[in-house]
């Protein structure tokens, strides 16, 4: 499974935390190669899309289906896009290449077992985000990549 980007949106639809990585691809004689990127957005613009996105079809999925009905994920033709929302409004994006198969209880894990003890637990940490100020802590980021690599991509 390859893993393309992460992010996380607090309630006021700020983008608190991204990281991308960088898919690597097998070259003819069989060493890793970058995958070229086309025209890319900025780090903002893509973090917006995202969103925008989320947003939409979270709301289109709750007034067909009803109340009870959630978003979890939905698939193009490049990438998987997987959602998971806490009771506090935080919005958890990761997404994947196609092949992947729904990531909703890694995405708790990573609330749980990271965003939890890292990020809430830290007195350091502000309860609340401000535009622009995001998720700023050695801990969480060192855990996250060590999950991604190793859980998921390893």
């Known amino acids: 499974m390859v893993v393309y980007s992460f992010y996380i949106f607090d309630r006021h639809a700020d983008c608190i935390y991204k990281k991308k990585w960088?898919?690597?691809v097998a070259q003819s004689n069989g060493l890793p190669n970058e995958v070229p990127q086309g025209?890319?957005?900025?780090?903002?613009?893509?973090?917006?899309?995202?969103?925008?996105?989320?947003?939409?079809?979270?709301?289109?999925?709750?007034?067909l289906g009803g109340p009870d009905d959630n978003f979890l994920s939905?698939?193009?033709?490049?990438?998987?896009l997987h959602y998971y929302e806490t009771p506090t409004?935080?919005?958890f994006v990761m997404v994947?290449?196609?092949?992947?198969?729904?990531?909703?209880i890694v995405l708790h894990q990573i609330y749980v077992s990271l965003y939890v003890e890292y990020v809430v637990k830290n007195p350091l940490s502000p309860a609340e985000h401000p535009a622009g100020l995001g998720v700023?802590?050695?801990l969480f980021e060192l855990g996250l990549e060590q999950f991604i690599t190793g859980s998921l991509q390893g």
């Not at 613009?45 to 925008?52: H, N, R, T, V, Y």
């Not at 939905?74 to 998987?80: C, D, F, I």
């Not at 994947?96 to 909703?104: E, F």
């Open 22 to 24: 960088t898919p690597k």
């Open 39 to 63: 025209k890319a957005l900025s780090a903002e613009d893509d973090a917006k899309l995202i969103f925008g996105t989320v947003f939409s079809l979270r709301n289109l999925v709750r007034k």
């Open 74 to 80: 939905y698939r193009t033709g490049h990438y998987k």
């Open 89 to 91: 409004s935080l919005k």
């Open 96 to 104: 994947t290449d196609t092949r992947t198969n729904n990531l909703r």
């Open 136 to 138: 700023d802590c050695e």
